[in-house]
C-alpha cells in the first residue's frame, strides 16, 4: 500500500493488602499460651530454601492455546530455540514449525526466481495453509496478496487475525486499511496504529505520526507527530527520517535546527529518499560542495525528479571535465544503506 511523506497540499505547511497485625499480649500468661511465631521471610535459617516444584513451575505447564498464540509470530530460528525448551513445547509449537515451511515456499512463488516462476494464486495457497497453521507472518503475506488481487475484504479478515494475536505488522496494515476505506474508519486506525506503535513497528510510528500532524482521526499535534517521526526514523524509517528533516527545518514540534534538518535530510538521502536527494544537492550547492551536489542531484534524476536535472545541469558547467566524470562516476557506482523503507 503506497504512502505519503509529508501533506504538501498548497496552502499547508510541509509536511492484596496486607493483613492487619494484631498487638501481642505482654502479660505473662500469655507468653506461656502462646504459639511459636512463623517467619515468612525465613522459616528455615539453616537450611536452604526449596527449590518450586516442577508441577507447578515447568514450562510444561503453560496450556498449549497460550503457547500457540505467544508463538504465532516467531521466525523459525526463534520456533527452533522455543521447541528445545521442554517436551510440552517442542509438540505443541509443531504446527508453527510447520507453517514455517509453507511461509517459504509461499515466498518463493510470490516473488519468484531460483527456479520457482513467480504465481499468486500458488503464493497464497501457501500462506493459507501456514496460516491455518497459526502463523501471523503466513496470515499477514495471505492478506498482501488479497489486497494486492484487488480483494481488500479477504485482506482485512487476515490482517484483523494477525492483528489480533499482536503482530504488529497485522496491526499497521489492518490500521492503513481503515484509513483507505471508503469511508475511513479513522478511530479505529489511529487505536491499531498505537498498538503497533508501541511495540515499536516503524511504519506504524510514521503513519501514526501522520495522522497526528493533519490532524486525521485524531486531533492535530505537530510536537506528537515529531516525536513519533523522530522514533521511526531512529528505527531506520527513510519516509520519516525526510519528515523529521523537515520538522527541525521549519521547527514543526521541535525547535528549529538547521544542523539536525541537514543531518537527517543526509540519511534519507544516502538511504534512497528522491527527494532528500534533490533537497540535500541543493544544499551542497549552496555550501559550494559542486561535486558532491552533482551526484545527489544525479541520483535525484535518475529516481524521476525532474526539477534536479535542470540544477545538475548549471552546475555540470562550472566543473571540469575530470570532476565531471568523476561525478557520474560515484553516482554509478552508489548504493544505498541500508534501511528499514
Not at 499547508?12 to 506461656?32: D, E, G, M, Q
Not at 498449549?64 to 521466525?75: C, E, K, P, Q, Y
Request: positive net charge; hydrophobic residues 40%; contains cysteine.
Amino acid at each position: 500500500m503506497k504512502q505519503k511523506s509529508w501533506s504538501c497540499s498548497s496552502g499547508s505547511p510541509h509536511f492484596a493488602p496486607l493483613p492487619f497485625i494484631k498487638k501481642r499480649n505482654n502479660s505473662p500468661t500469655s507468653k506461656k499460651q502462646s504459639k511459636p511465631r512463623i517467619s515468612y521471610f525465613n522459616s528455615a535459617p539453616n537450611q536452604p530454601p526449596s527449590p518450586p516444584s516442577s508441577s507447578s513451575a515447568g514450562f510444561s505447564a503453560l496450556p498449549n492455546d497460550v503457547l500457540a498464540r505467544i508463538a504465532g509470530s516467531f521466525t523459525l530460528p526463534n520456533l527452533r530455540a522455543a521447541s528445545l525448551v521442554c517436551r510440552a513445547w517442542r509438540d505443541a509449537l509443531k504446527p508453527l514449525r510447520e507453517a514455517m515451511g509453507f511461509l517459504k515456499w509461499g515466498k518463493k512463488f510470490k516473488h519468484g526466481g531460483g527456479g520457482v516462476k513467480a504465481d499468486l494464486s500458488k503464493a497464497l495457497d501457501y500462506f493459507l495453509e501456514g496460516a491455518a497453521r497459526g502463523s501471523t507472518l503466513a496470515m499477514v503475506d495471505a492478506g498482501l496478496i488479497y489486497w494486492e488481487v484487488g480483494k481488500k475484504e479477504n485482506a482485512v479478515v487476515w490482517y484483523r487475525r494477525a492483528a489480533e494475536l499482536g503482530d504488529s505488522a497485522g496491526q499497521c496494515n489492518l490500521a492503513i486499511s481503515f484509513l483507505q476505506a471508503n469511508p475511513s474508519n479513522t478511530k479505529e486506525a489511529i487505536e491499531w496504529l498505537y498498538k503497533a506503535s508501541i511495540s515499536g513497528h516503524v511504519r506504524a510510528q510514521y503513519q501514526l505520526a501522520l495522522c497526528l500532524h493533519q490532524g486525521r482521526g485524531v486531533e492535530q499535534n505537530s510536537q506528537g507527530a515529531a516525536r513519533w517521526y523522530s522514533r521511526a526514523a531512529q528505527g531506520g524509517y527513510v519516509r520519516a527520517m525526510y519528515n523529521t528533516s523537515l520538522c527541525y527545518s521549519l521547527g514543526e514540534g521541535v525547535w528549529q535546527s538547521h544542523v539536525l534538518a541537514r543531518k537527517w535530510m543526509k540519511r534519507a538521502a544516502d538511504r534512497g529518499h528522491s527527494r532528500a536527494q534533490f533537497e540535500h544537492g541543493l544544499t551542497l550547492f549552496s555550501e559550494g560542495d559542486l561535486m558532491k551536489a552533482v551526484v545527489y542531484l544525479e541520483l535525484a534524476t535518475r529516481a524521476g525528479e525532474t526539477a534536479a536535472a535542470h540544477v545538475k545541469r548549471v552546475i555540470l558547467h562550472r566543473l571540469s571535465s575530470t570532476s565531471r566524470d568523476r561525478a557520474m562516476h560515484l553516482a554509478d557506482t552508489w548504493l544505498a544503506k541500508p534501511s528499514s523503507r
